[in-house]
T-cell receptor
């Protein structure tokens, strides 16, 4: 079946603009995760969804970052007033449920964001 | 908080050789999960192998095996008969047994397999 997909693949924006990154999880997966991969910080967790709710937002770096998930499927990560330090690869992952401990997370190809 | 450390930023071996990637972690948890993920140039993270901390037997997946030393908090990955397609970034990751299922990653090791 289809894997996790993300769009756009690459995004170049100007400092101060807002951007939206999209994630389509594997069909039927109820858990969805966003991670950020940057040169300075490595791979870091941003937010986790169980269905449409986000019980763990602890990784969001500032209030400029927000995310939502609708219909228990597609998720959008929004970055407002982008800064150069937001430049990174944003990875999305999904797993069948969040109740199953140690479930494998399946990753998408990521969105590379460059803020000029 | 959990931390994961990969002390080898880069490694390079010849095709068909065996290579071992190191990973150590710090946690106060007794039960947890450990993973090795591979990230080729395509950027897509792919699960290589996983280990449950409550299992003493080391996990194996074909040419990939781990050496899990719980007391030492060490989780190394051995790749046997390495192939050109194994060239990638390799990340070690930790996950709690219960509660937040987020992955905590190490800094990664860039592995190059030379022909």
């Amino acid at each position: 079946g289809a894997g996790v997909s993300q769009s756009p693949s690459n995004k170049v924006t100007e400092k101060g603009k807002d951007v939206e990154l999209r994630c389509d999880p594997i069909s039927g997966h109820t858990a969805l995760y966003w991670y950020r991969q940057s040169l300075g910080q490595g791979l870091e967790f941003l937010i986790y969804f169980q269905g449409n709710s986000a019980p763990d937002k602890s990784g969001l770096p500032s209030d400029r970052f927000s995310a939502e998930r609708t219909g228990g499927s597609v998720s959008t990560l929004t970055i407002q007033r982008t800064q150069q330090e937001d430049s990174a690869v944003y990875l999305c992952a999904s797993s069948p449920t969040s109740g199953g401990a140690g479930e494998t997370q399946y990753f998408g190809p990521g969105t590379r964001l460059l803020v000029l | 908080a959990q931390t994961v450390t990969q002390s080898q930023p880069e490694m390079s071996v010849q095709e068909a050789e065996t290579v071992t990637l190191s990973c150590t972690y710090d946690t106060s948890e007794n039960n947890y999960y450990l993973f090795w993920y591979k990230q080729p140039p395509s950027r897509q993270m792919i699960l290589v192998i996983r280990q449950e901390a409550y299992k003493q037997q080391n996990a194996t997946e074909n040419r990939f095996s781990v050496n899990f030393q719980k007391a030492a908090k060490s989780f190394s990955l051995k790749i046997s008969d390495s192939q050109l397609g194994d060239t990638a970034m390799y990340f070690c990751a930790f996950m709690k047994f219960r509660g937040a299922q987020k992955l905590v990653f190490g800094q990664g090791t860039r592995l190059t397999i030379n022909p």
